[in-house]
């Protein structure tokens, strides 16, 4: 059971280049999400879903796109980089139903661009 | 809108004295509240969550916090601390039970001197 698993690991990108950071959950969770996590400011909703083909905006979405076709997967683009962009990023996972259920992280994918 | 403080940025306190680590929260509705731990380069794990009920709860590894609404507070405290408990805690207040959109605090480093 590998939980929740992010790739790649690390990425350095130029300004304007894209990429698709990867997430992918083996517990059929139905809730997936992205959080970037800057020095001094903890960890901030960028998008969500509560099902595949279901998304939605969280507090800093600008710049970033994401789609859920399947259960497992929740991928996150970056469309043309920013140097703002740099960061860590996790992605998270849970059930929407039932009681209890926690955020189980991946274990992020630091960014760098340059 | 919601938000977390974590008034502590850093804390250090000696191996096997206690330690409590502020938060304070701003919620609109019923608080749903957590504290989760971060080990260098890995995702953040939970400790403890507090829902409704007793306002003491306890939580892995040792931990307890106490959920105080006349303070709007949520501090996290462990009687003995221990070196292998040098991370990064971070507070975060959400709209339900599954953790679901949470909203972090900034964090407070730990470091545990021998």
């Known amino acids: 059971n590998a939980g929740v698993t992010q790739t790649p690991k690390f990425q350095v990108l130029k300004t304007g280049q894209s990429m698709t950071l990867q997430c992918a959950q083996d517990?059929?969770?139905?809730?997936m999400s992205w959080y970037r996590q800057d020095p001094g400011m903890g960890l901030r909703l960028i998008h969500y879903?509560?099902?595949?083909?279901?998304?939605d905006q969280g507090e800093v979405p600008n710049g970033y796109n994401v789609s859920r076709s399947t259960t497992e997967d929740f991928p996150l683009r970056l469309l043309s980089a920013a140097p703002s962009q740099t960061s860590v990023y996790f992605c998270?996972?849970?059930?929407?139903?039932?009681?209890?259920?926690?955020?189980?992280f991946g274990n992020g994918t630091r960014l760098t661009v340059t | 809108a919601q938000s977390v403080t974590q008034p502590d940025i850093h804390i250090t306190v000696s191996e096997g004295a206690s330690l409590e680590l502020r938060c304070n929260y701003s919620?609109?509705?019923?608080?749903?509240l957590f504290w989760y731990v971060q080990s260098p380069g890995q995702g953040l794990q939970l400790l403890l969550k507090?829902?409704?009920?007793?306002?003491l709860v306890q939580g892995i590894k040792g931990f307890e916090a106490e959920f105080k609404r006349s303070q709007s507070s949520f501090n996290l405290r462990k009687p003995s601390v221990h070196w292998s408990d040098a991370a990064e805690y971070f507070c975060?207040?959400?709209?339900?039970?599954?953790?679901?959109?949470?909203?972090f605090g900034a964090g407070t480093i730990l470091r545990v001197k021998s």
């Open positions: 998270a996972s849970s059930y929407s139903s039932g009681e209890g259920s926690p955020l189980h």
């Open positions: 517990m059929n969770h139905e809730y």
């Open positions: 879903s509560v099902g595949a083909g279901i998304t």
């Open positions: 919620y609109g509705a019923t608080p749903y």
């Open positions: 507090y829902f409704s009920g007793d306002t």
């Open positions: 975060a207040v959400g709209p339900g039970v599954y953790g679901n959109k949470l909203v």
